[in-house]
């Protein structure tokens, strides 16, 4: 497939690029600052464009089947976090202009603001707190999607990373703010940046989370 990766230099785009790569696909690495980009292959095209212009972003679109999104927004205690919706308005935009009609992105577990409470109490009382600025405008971004019934998005929603390479765990799936385990407890904190990008790129050739987001773990 022809795909396009926003957010292709950050840890978890990194793994998308790369996995996407072996897999044959075509990538259009769609990037803020050309000299980042330290892989070479034919397959790979690595172009400039401001993630918060529909305009700039159109034209790297075109032809392209799917768009995977790895964008991250710094957490901020002094204003509000407003990268995850202005982005994906313009993402949004641009895909409608270059027909473009599939995208797969990335959010976090607890986006909602009531569904940390089954979780432990430093995860609840000291994590979500510190990154409550930018789970609340993931959140944000999420409820902008539901809007979205022309473009078949998914929402992909990940626990904490860790930067470790894709591995043939089980990835085990939840249509909620995290995963279960049997006592309705998380299922797990954290998982290897490589296997999100391994299920994000599962998702190409599968329809099982259209227009949904899932929460991931691995087993």
Same mark, same amino acid.
Request: hydrophobic fraction near 40%; include cysteine; glycine fraction near 8%.
């Given at each position: 497939?022809?795909?396009?990766?926003?957010?292709?230099?950050?840890?978890?785009?990194?793994?998308?690029?790369?996995?996407?790569?072996?897999?044959?696909?075509?990538?259009?690495?769609?990037?803020?600052?050309?000299?980042?980009?330290?892989?070479?292959?034919?397959?790979?095209?690595?172009?400039?464009?401001?993630?918060?212009?529909?305009?700039?972003?159109?034209?790297?679109?075109?032809?392209?089947?799917?768009?995977?999104?790895? %964008?991250?927004? $710094? !957490?901020?205690?002094?204003?509000?976090?407003? +990268? /995850?919706?202005?982005?994906?308005?313009?993402?949004?935009? #641009?895909?409608?202009?270059?027909?473009?009609?599939?995208?797969?992105?990335?959010?976090?577990?607890?986006?909602?603001?009531?569904?940390?409470?089954?979780?432990?109490?430093?995860?609840?009382?000291?994590?979500?707190?510190?990154?409550?600025?930018?789970?609340?405008?993931?959140?944000?971004?999420?409820?902008?999607?539901?809007?979205?019934?022309?473009?078949?998005?998914?929402?992909?929603?990940?626990?904490?990373?860790?930067? %470790?390479?894709? $591995? !043939?765990?089980?990835?085990?799936?939840?249509? +909620? /703010?995290?995963?279960?385990?049997?006592?309705?407890?998380? #299922?797990?904190?954290?998982?290897?940046?490589?296997?999100?990008?391994?299920?994000?790129?599962?998702?190409?050739?599968?329809?099982?989370?259209?227009?949904?987001?899932?929460?991931?773990?691995?087993?």
């Amino acid at each position: 497939m022809r795909i396009a990766v926003l957010g292709a230099t950050g840890q978890t785009g990194q793994f998308v690029v790369n996995q996407a790569l072996q897999q044959g696909h075509a990538v259009t690495a769609v990037v803020r600052n050309l000299d980042k980009v330290t892989v070479r292959h034919d397959n790979l095209k690595v172009v400039e464009g401001d993630i918060f212009s529909a305009d700039s972003l159109k034209s790297h679109l075109k032809g392209v089947d799917v768009l995977v999104s790895c %964008l991250g927004f $710094s !957490a901020s205690f002094f204003s509000s976090v407003t +990268g /995850y919706t202005h982005s994906m308005r313009a993402v949004i935009g #641009a895909m409608r202009e270059a027909n473009v009609n599939r995208i797969i992105t990335m959010t976090s577990w607890y986006t909602d603001p009531n569904s940390g409470t089954q979780s432990s109490y430093l995860i609840r009382f000291l994590l979500l707190p510190l990154i409550r600025s930018v789970l609340s405008n993931m959140w944000e971004m999420e409820e902008y999607l539901r809007q979205v019934d022309d473009i078949n998005w998914t929402v992909v929603r990940p626990p904490g990373l860790k930067n %470790l390479p894709s $591995s !043939a765990l089980e990835i085990l799936t939840h249509e +909620g /703010y995290f995963v279960p385990d049997q006592d309705g407890h998380p #299922a797990g904190s954290a998982m290897g940046r490589g296997d999100v990008a391994r299920f994000m790129l599962s998702l190409l050739n599968n329809n099982a989370w259209v227009q949904k987001a899932v929460a991931i773990t691995t087993k």
